[in-house]
């Protein structure tokens, strides 16, 4: 079993809509979670930290289970720029180590 | 406030030569972590500098090493490249190596072995 798992996609989405992606983890012992883009060939960039108290920044809602070993990532009102790969990413707590998913393509149309 | 720095951006190589990678951390980092992306997956970490000393080492041979310099600069090297080391190679930089601090990443170096 793979230590992050997330749905491959592609999600492909109208612009405007409400678009979920969700994220399991198999170490109880995660500390930190994140969500990273990547366009293609290019590396990856921080969206958000996850907290266990949920977070939001703009149209970007992250949330964290602890008890379910669970992320989730909402985008409202998508636009077109938020067509990328996004890649759910938990830290074991060992020093700084990120061990990524192999993230989820999200496609955002006209 | 310059960003993660890599070079090369792009490198050719025969299988069994040797390969160095370099990354300028974000200033004020002092953490360098590096990771090799396959086509198609996510980023797998190799390994992660600080103080100019190895932490922590992912699952790779010890054909893949590195150092790390007093500016907190870091090298990546590659011996006997085999055809499977063709990917991006990508450095991560953040501040002390707790696993709450965010790490940011350079542009990557794409590596392909013939």
């Known amino acids: 079993r793979k230590e992050v798992e997330q749905d491959p996609g592609p999600f492909n989405v109208p612009e405007g809509a409400t678009v979920a992606f969700n994220c399991t983890y198999s170490?109880?012992?995660?500390?930190?979670f994140f969500w990273y883009r990547q366009d293609c060939r290019k590396e990856p960039k921080l969206l958000m930290s996850?907290?266990?108290s949920g977070n939001e920044d703009g149209r970007f809602t992250a949330q964290l289970n602890r008890a379910s070993q669970y992320i989730s990532l909402l985008i409202r009102d998508s636009k077109l720029s938020d067509s990328a790969t996004y890649l759910c990413v938990v830290n074991r707590g060992t020093a700084s180590k990120l061990t990524f998913g192999t993230g989820t393509r999200l496609q955002v149309t006209l | 406030d310059a960003g993660v720095t890599q070079s090369p951006t792009h490198l050719i190589k025969t299988r069994g030569q040797q390969v160095t990678l370099r990354c300028s951390p974000k200033?004020?980092?002092?953490?360098v972590s590096w990771y090799q992306q396959a086509l198609g997956q996510g980023p797998q970490f190799i390994f992660q500098?600080?103080?100019?000393?190895?932490?922590q080492r992912g699952n790779f041979p010890d054909r893949f090493s590195g150092h790390q310099f007093p500016n907190y600069s870091s090298e990546l090297n590659v011996n006997a490249l085999l055809l499977g080391d063709s990917a991006l190679y990508l450095c991560?930089?953040?501040?002390?190596?707790?696993?709450?601090?965010?790490?940011?990443f350079g542009p990557g170096t794409r590596l392909t072995v013939t």
């Open positions: 200033s004020g980092h002092d953490t």
């Open positions: 996850v907290y266990s």
């Open positions: 991560a930089s953040s501040i002390g190596t707790e696993p709450s601090y965010e790490q940011y």
């Open positions: 170490n109880s012992a995660s500390q930190s």
């Open positions: 500098y600080y103080e100019e000393e190895e932490r």
